[in-house]
């Protein structure tokens, strides 16, 4: 069938960057003789045709041909291309009730997720064979198909329970335990079977102990309420059977990477394209966050996902895991306790003193792992700022005191995450290697990121911070902005205001040349400063009335911090938010509070506005998310600026803010506690956010530190208002 691909039209199909007419060439170079053409076919076919997931007219178009060169013997690579059909199939069954119709390439409405959803069904005769090919790599890269694409509910079941008789390799088998779950959750029909045989595969003393474990976790995520206080011995149990004897202990390698196999990966890079040093970081970081490193770990990850606010279990789980002998075990779960702490509430001592535990000199590989971690948890961290000191204090000493430069990857790498992490927690022994990367210049960005976070030891960061952001080359490319960026935002959080002549000196160069990119940042920077600032308030004023919404924003921002003249600022703030709806803007009107009270007609205009839209958005059905985030800003300003005479309009309006989009929380309840006995009848929901067991989710920063904060403010709350009598009804209220 592969010399019928010119009777399609492929220039008139798309894929993820165009027109489609390059795929009949990768689909030819999927059957090549040569493996590295087939490699490169592959890996553009997926890059374009089936990109991110995404499905195309031509990913349509390539399905028959696909299947024609899975069912050929002379395909080269049919595992390789049933595991692509796998994969096309997998993402239209997912998306095919959440994308049900979507906008078509040519901008008309499209059904096709579920039309190349059902075109997989129509071939589920062809995924039975594959599961039956004498090629256990084509069986094995089938049998999430079973799963997938059968409609037979009996037939399904069993199809799976003669797979898992027949297979002999544990990775396939306990494929076959995954799969079965898989069509249970598509096909609830399947429960009662799917059931009974994950029972006796759990409970049989005979059964493999792989088998034992994957039927127990794949069964708790099909049928939660098989889920007892038996579950997670039973699992750690079987855990301590599956994990292999740690191997004899080795001298470590001169990196401290250790003899595990873990560390195969780090290596030092091939030279290539020249890349800003933090984009490659990046990209590094993404890979290696894609790793799986114990053959355990996936059904690991299914568990703690079925077992969701069973807080204990998990913990005592990833306590074993965590305590493990297998370094591959241990550093997989690194990842695992981290997501529990930032997701959950709850006390996570012992959890992250074991990730501190992980911070081992002789294997860089797992501490640079457990350092991220470490820092990802920010304050939490602090039961792990002794042993990220220790480890940070080693390698100074017995390595080499720019340990932070070392030649060695995998020891640089780790030292910089649990320094990064050790100035997360404000800790000064995070500074001899920050000074080290500042005053070399290596990875000099990772230092400069957290060195805000040592305001203590400004004297000594901030004069080479200057010298860094001063050194600058404006036309030095498309880093320029961030290391600019970047520079900017430490000098403002150290605060010393040694940085101002620089950072003046910078917002007259920007404003010269027009470069209002750079201007805006350095406003904000400047104004952090307050009248300390005052050099910077002349060239702030001159672009308070520029074109641009954001840059005259920044400015104003600037000259109120500095000047603190709300004449001068309440007029242009006024001509300003008349023509546009900065959020910026209403938040410095807030911030001037009551002397700007000349805007508050403007600010209720805007509510007003914003709530109608929000109403027609959920009158349509609309899929466009309501803007609660303008209405929290400009509530939170009408107090500012009119104190209790607004207590009902802003009340009710955070209120329903926050029961609609939960990201908002630490944003109303600030608001709450600046609003002292007025936000009295918001008492029942503080109660309630205190306890939920599930963090806030925290818009774009992903940050534990936000959750913390609320919690903290609605403890405030309650204790400020717990003696205080409850004030008159409401207006709302008494409606």
């Given amino acids: 069938m592969i010399n019928n691909l010119q009777s399609i039209d492929w220039a008139s199909l798309g894929h993820a960057y165009g027109a489609a007419g390059d795929v009949p060439g990768w689909l030819c170079g999927m059957v090549s003789p040569d493996a590295e053409v087939r490699e490169k076919a592959f890996s553009r076919f997926y890059g374009a045709v089936l990109h991110q997931g995404s499905v195309y007219s031509s990913t349509v178009a390539s399905v028959p041909f696909l299947f024609a060169m899975a069912d050929d013997p002379a395909t ?175 001298d470590p390698a001169p990196d401290g990477r250790g003899p595990s196999r873990l560390c195969a990966c780090e290596t030092e890079p091939e030279d290539g394209p020249a890349v800003p040093e933090h984009i490659a970081a990046a990209f590094d970081d993404l890979e290696r966050h894609g790793r799986i490193h114990a053959p355990t770990t996936p059904l690991l990850k299914a568990l703690h996902e079925a077992l969701g606010a069973r807080f204990d279990d998990r913990k005592a789980l990833l306590t074993e895991q965590l305590r493990s002998a297998d370094r591959a075990t241990r550093y997989d779960a690194i990842d695992m306790a981290r997501r529990l702490i930032t997701s959950w509430r709850g006390d996570h001592t012992d959890l992250v003193r074991l990730i501190g535990d992980c ?30 000191a220790a480890y940070v204090t080693t390698q100074l000493t017995e390595h080499r005191p720019d340990a932070w430069a070392s030649p060695h990857r995998g020891l640089r790498r780790a030292h910089q995450q649990a320094v990064a992490a050790l100035a997360g927690l404000r800790d000064e022994r995070a500074l001899p290697s920050l000074l080290v990367a500042l005053d070399t210049g290596t990875d000099a960005w990772r230092a400069v990121a957290v060195a805000g976070r040592l305001p203590q030891a400004a004297a000594a960061l901030t004069p080479r911070l200057i010298t860094r952001f001063t050194a600058i080359d404006p036309d030095s490319g498309d880093s320029y902005g961030f290391e600019f960026n970047s520079l900017t935002i430490a000098l403002s959080q150290l605060g010393d205001p040694t940085a101002v002549p620089a950072l003046t000196d910078a917002l007259r160069n920007a ?45 104003l921002g600037a000259v109120w911090e500095i000047g603190r ?3 001068e600022v309440v007029p242009l703030l006024s001509g300003l938010l008349e023509k546009h709806r900065a959020t910026d803007a209403i938040d410095l009107a807030g911030r001037i509070g009551p002397a700007a009270i000349p805007v508050l007609p403007r600010l209720r205009q805007i509510l007003d506005e914003q709530l109608a839209e929000n109403a027609r958005n959920e009158r349509n059905g609309s899929s466009v998310l309501n803007d609660w985030w303008t209405i929290i800003r ?47 009848p918001a008492l029942p929901q503080v109660h309630a956010a205190l306890d939920r067991p599930h963090r806030y989710e925290q818009r774009w920063t992903g940050s534990v530190a936000l959750d913390l904060e609320t919690e903290h403010t609605c403890r405030t709350i309650l204790v400020r208002l717990k003696d205080h009598a409850e004030p008159k009804p409401t207006l709302i209220e008494q409606a």
Avoid at 518 to 528: D, Q, R, V, Y
Avoid at 655 to 674: I, Q, Y
Wanted: net charge negative; charged share 25%.
């Fill in 565 to 567: 003249h709300p004449g």
């Fill in 511 to 555: 404003t010269q040349h027009k470069r209002s990119h750079l201007a805006e940042p350095l406003l904000k920077a400047l104004a952090s400063f307050g009248p300390r600032a005052e050099a910077a308030l002349d060239p702030a004023r001159r672009l308070s009335e520029a074109d641009d919404p954001s840059l005259r924003t920044a400015a």
């Fill in 76 to 250: 080269p690579d049919r595992a390789a291309v049933v595991a692509l059909l796998l994969s096309i199939g997998r993402e239209a069954v997912d998306a095919e009730e959440v994308y049900a119709v979507v906008c078509g390439e040519n901008g008309e409405d499209s059904t096709i997720y579920p039309d190349t959803a059902n075109l997989m069904r129509a071939h589920a005769d062809a995924f039975i064979a594959y599961a039956t090919d004498p090629d256990p790599r084509v069986r094995r890269a089938s049998i999430e198909g079973l799963g997938l694409f059968l409609e037979d509910a009996e037939r399904a079941v069993g199809l799976l329970k003669e797979r898992l008789m027949h297979e002999s390799g544990v990775a396939e088998r306990v494929l076959v335990v995954q799969t079965m779950a898989d069509l249970v959750l598509r096909l609830p029909a399947t429960a009662a079977p799917a059931r009974a045989w994950f029972d006796a595969l759990a409970d049989s003393g005979g059964t493999d102990a792989h088998i034992r474990l994957a039927a127990l976790a794949h069964r708790a995520r099909c049928t939660p309420d098989s889920i007892d206080d038996r579950t997670v011995p039973a699992v750690i149990g079987l855990l301590r059977q599956v994990t292999p004897a740690p191997p004899p202990e080795q």
């Fill in 359 to 388: 911070l081992q000199p002789g294997d860089s590989y797992t501490s640079a792992a457990a350092a991220e971690a470490l820092a990802a948890l920010e304050r939490l961290a602090e039961p792990a700022r002794e042993a990220l």
């Fill in 634 to 680: 400009v509530a939170s300003a009408l107090w500012e600026i009119g104190g209790t005479t607004q207590t009902d309009t802003v009340l009710p309006v955070l209120l329903d803010a926050w029961k609609n989009d939960d990201t908002s929380a630490h944003a109303v309840v600030a608001c709450l506690d600046r609003m002292g006995p007025a936000a009295h």
